[in-house]
Structure formats: structure tokens, C-alpha cells
């Protein structure tokens, strides 16, 4: 048994297909199929069973497929572990953002960092965004970006303040107020992300002495915005997250209370993980470009 076997089970469990899972892994399906005929030797058990045109694992499969899981994720640290004994200023950087699957400031600052690492791969984890901070206490993830630096287990680097507005459709009656109270949500239909109530803090801000007429959860930053623009409802964020929005007059941004809402965002890495010193550069780096960023943001919205 090989550890191409093992991400065999693991693609096969996840698509439920021997041709999506052939596809995926770049192999024929009679290759793959061969594969799984192997693997079911060496067991001499089923792991998988063929139902309504799905592959559904038998309770021999799962057993495999749980310890695939543990046995490619020990691989894969010892594999970065080696790499970053054997070469400097290489390896990677497992990334997500609390809250956000919109990532707009990203791209310039990923082009200059890699010009100067170009052998550490950045990966995006935006399915790690609902959890980011268990992603990062399980060590799924590598640096995180918070709201707050409230969890012990972490260490946290300021890299910038931004403030929170409003988000409201061109024609909302509140474009003409220079700001609105946060009661004022409670007269509105409210869109925010698919989280637990209890774990957004914007809302448990916004409606801690009320609700909002209706309330719209979704996935997407990106879905919130269209919502929005479409006058569904309206939304709290960031000037940044609804820049293209703001700049084509899409959407309006309103102030929260006369002095603003304002907030911290930092970055959060494992307390009791040392990190190598391109991780630390990364993080040092991201915080000049997003203080730089977002003044100059500020400005142009200021001259808009």
C-alpha cells in the first residue's frame, strides 16, 4: 500500500465518483479503478459500495479513510518540517481571514511578498473562514486574521484599524443622513454572514436591545453586497470589502454613530509553535502594506 492509494479513498469518499475522482487525481479511470482493486486486496475487505450511481464508503472504508486522513496529515507536516530544515526561506503559509471570503487587498501585497520569497506558496483557506480560529488551534492554518486578541493560545500583531459603515443601496433614505444610531438597524431587513448568532459579535452589537425586521444569512461576502445593491436589505462592513461598489456609486456607505465604529484587525499565529523567519517577515510585511493600503483608501474615498 502506497500513500497514492490513500489519497485515492480520499478523493473517491469526497466526489463519491470513480470518474470525478480519476479526473481529479490525473489518472485514467481504469487506472484508478485498479488502484481501488489494490488497496481492497491488501484490507481484503469492501471499502467502497456502488448505490444510485454514487461510490458510498462501506464501515470498513470509513475506518480507512479516518486514518488516510491522520497518516497524509503527519506527511505533510513532516514533509514541510524537512523542507524548512533543508532550505531557507522556503515553504508555506496557510492563510485565512475571520469573517471575510473577500480578500481585495491581497493580490499587490502577495506579488511584492513573493518577489522576495519566491519559493514559500501561500495558500488561501476561505473554507477555513467561518472557523478561522479553530482552523489555527488545530494547526489546520498557519497565521490567522482576527477581529480581537483575546485567545491566550495566541500571539497576535496588530496590522491595522478600520472603521465600520453602513452598506445601503443608492436610493436607501439613509444617504442622507451624515450618520444613523445603531438602533436604526432594528427598522431594517438585516444581511450578514451563515454564522451562529451568538458568534458574530457585529450582530450582538448592532441588535443587543432588539432585531432587525428580517434577517438574511448567507456564505459570501460577495452575495451580501449584490443583496444589498438589489435593496433586500442592508449590511454592515468595512469601505474596503465594498470598494468596487463604492467607487462605481453601487452602493453608499453610511457612518455608525457620530464618532464611527471602529475596530483592530490582527494577525494570529500558535503561541506554542515557532515559526519560521519568512512567516514572521510575512506577517511584518502584510502589516506595513495594510496600514499603507488603507490610508490610501481612505483618501480616495475622502476625494470621491
Known amino acids: 500500500m502506497e500513500l497514492r492509494h490513500l489519497k485515492m479513498i480520499q478523493e473517491v469518499a469526497r466526489t463519491k465518483s470513480l470518474t ?6 490525473y489518472l485514467s479511470q481504469s487506472a484508478l479503478s485498479h488502484q481501488l482493486r489494490e488497496i481492497e486486496d491488501h484490507f481484503q475487505a469492501q471499502l467502497f459500495i456502488r448505490q444510485n450511481k454514487q461510490m458510498l464508503l462501506t464501515k470498513e472504508g470509513e475506518v480507512v479513510l479516518l486514518s488516510s486522513q491522520r497518516i497524509l496529515d503527519e506527511v505533510e507536516r513532516t514533509t514541510r518540517q524537512i523542507r524548512l530544515m533543508t532550505e531557507k526561506d522556503c515553504g508555506d503559509i496557510r492563510l485565512s481571514t475571520e469573517c471575510y471570503t473577500s480578500y481585495p487587498w ?3 501585497f502577495l506579488r ?3 518577489a522576495l520569497y519566491p519559493k514559500v506558496d501561500i495558500h488561501i483557506k476561505a473554507e477555513a473562514t ?6 489555527l488551534l488545530e494547526n489546520k492554518i ?7 486578541n483575546k485567545n491566550k493560545n495566541l500571539v497576535y500583531t496588530p496590522l491595522f484599524s478600520d472603521e465600520l459603515f453602513a452598506i445601503v443601496s443608492p436610493g436607501h433614505p439613509w444617504t442622507k443622513r451624515k450618520w ?24 450582538n452589537l448592532i441588535f443587543q436591545n432588539g432585531k432587525p425586521v428580517k434577517l438574511y444569512q448567507v456564505m459570501l461576502t460577495e452575495a451580501i453586497l449584490e443583496m444589498v445593491k438589489a435593496g433586500i436589505g442592508v449590511t454592515v462592513q468595512p469601505q474596503w470589502v465594498a470598494a468596487r461598489y463604492l467607487k462605481s456609486k453601487e452602493l453608499n456607505a453610511v457612518k455608525i454613530t457620530r464618532r464611527g465604529l471602529k475596530r483592530t484587525w490582527y494577525a494570529g499565529v500558535l503561541k ?3 515559526i519560521p523567519s519568512y512567516m514572521a517577515s510575512f506577517i511584518n510585511q502584510l502589516s ?13 474615498y475622502l476625494a470621491n
Open 142 to 148: 498557519d497565521v490567522g486574521i482576527f477581529e480581537d
Open 106 to 108: 491581497l493580490s499587490g
Open 180 to 203: 444613523i444610531e445603531i438602533e436604526a438597524f432594528q427598522q431594517e431587513s438585516y444581511i450578514m454572514y451563515n454564522i451562529p448568532l451568538e458568534e458574530s459579535r457585529m450582530y
Open 112 to 114: 511584492a511578498f513573493q
Open 130 to 135: 467561518r472557523h478561522a480560529l479553530a482552523n
Open 288 to 300: 506595513k502594506h495594510m496600514k499603507l493600503s488603507e490610508e490610501n483608501k481612505v483618501q480616495v
Open 20 to 25: 470525478k475522482a480519476a479526473e481529479n487525481l
Open 272 to 274: 506554542n509553535k515557532t
